[in-house]
């Protein structure tokens, strides 16, 4: 049985949740999440808690029954707090603006790389050099950074590119004078 999927989630006030037959949705101040839940998963609200049970012996259930549960608070911290990543831009010359629902990327190539923003997901330009990508969805924001940082990924001998705040690249030593 897992560990993760035994905890309740507290539900704090001002969220809403509804439960259906292979579905989640919670309603809170930053806005709505839905999400599916498996069929050999139960979900309950108990109070101001919402608890999950495994129901039947279907393979790979046990494995759901954390999941389910771990994306169900992601759905309940994402309307209450939200979710954002840092990127920072390093290089000479290597700049974002955001224009509207359109990141603007200077990095080094011959021409800039446009970026439309999706729907739900909030881009700002702190100083020249930080890119935050907020939004109430984790995988979104997650996945959003990861496009943002895939157009021109750090090189390991000066570090140039786009990283995460928090990365560390791991730097190679390049080519000695003879």
Not at 90 to 107: E, F, K
Not at 110 to 116: A, D, F, G, L, R
């Amino acid at each position: 049985m897992s560990r993760v999927g035994k905890k309740p989630i507290p539900i704090p006030s001002g969220v809403d949740v509804k439960i259906g037959d292979d579905w989640l949705e919670v309603k809170g101040p930053k806005g709505t999440l839905r999400g599916p839940i498996p069929a050999a998963i139960k979900a309950e609200v108990k109070g101001n808690e919402l608890t999950f049970a495994h129901v039947g012996n279907e393979k790979g259930g046990n494995a759901a029954f954390g999941l389910a549960r771990a994306l169900s608070n992601n759905m309940v911290l994402g309307v209450t707090e939200g979710f954002q990543k840092v990127l920072e831009i390093v290089g000479v010359g290597y700049r974002a603006q955001v224009q509207g629902r359109t990141l603007t990327l200077n990095l080094g190539y011959s021409n800039p790389v446009e970026y439309t923003i999706p729907e739900g997901i909030e881009v700002s330009v702190e100083q020249k050099n930080q890119v935050v990508v907020k939004g109430i969805d984790k995988q979104q924001v997650g996945s959003v950074a990861a496009e943002i940082r895939g157009f021109r990924e750090p090189e390991p001998y000066k570090g140039k590119g786009v990283k995460y705040l928090d990365e560390h690249i791991r730097r190679k030593v390049g080519k000695t004078g003879a």
